[in-house]
């Protein structure tokens, strides 16, 4: 039996929320190891400008990144052990945050196509 899409049962928000903090680990100035292995410092958290931000090559519109600023989605993302919340200006993603599937990162990080 296939494995369980979003088993966590996390809402729209905290799947974009997690999907974009998932991006920022990857890049340079935005992710750093944190203390303990396999967890990642998420911090210098972008802000849009006028309808959208860019993530390294991709653009996210506002309106997917809004759980950015949501101190209760941290609060859920933290209460099911993804997150080490340091609400508002950083997070600490765990080996279990790295690795969730949300499925939204094809959806919310456009890339161009060449």
Do not use: C
């Not at 905290?14 to 396999?38: F, I, N, V, W």
């Amino acid at each position: 039996m296939p494995a369980k899409r979003n088993p966590l049962n996390l809402n729209p928000l905290q799947l974009k929320t997690l999907t974009l903090l998932q991006a920022l680990a990857r890049l340079d100035g935005h992710g750093s190891p944190a203390g303990e292995p396999g967890h990642i410092v998420v911090a210098d958290l972008p802000r849009p400008h006028g309808d959208h931000f860019h993530l390294g090559d991709a653009v996210v519109q506002a309106r997917d990144a809004t759980g950015l600023g949501n101190e209760a989605a941290w609060a859920a993302l933290q209460r099911k052990g993804l997150i080490r919340s340091l609400f508002p200006g950083a997070a600490i993603l765990t080996p279990a945050g790295l690795a969730y599937d949300t499925g939204l990162a094809d959806r919310i990080l456009h890339r161009g196509h060449a």
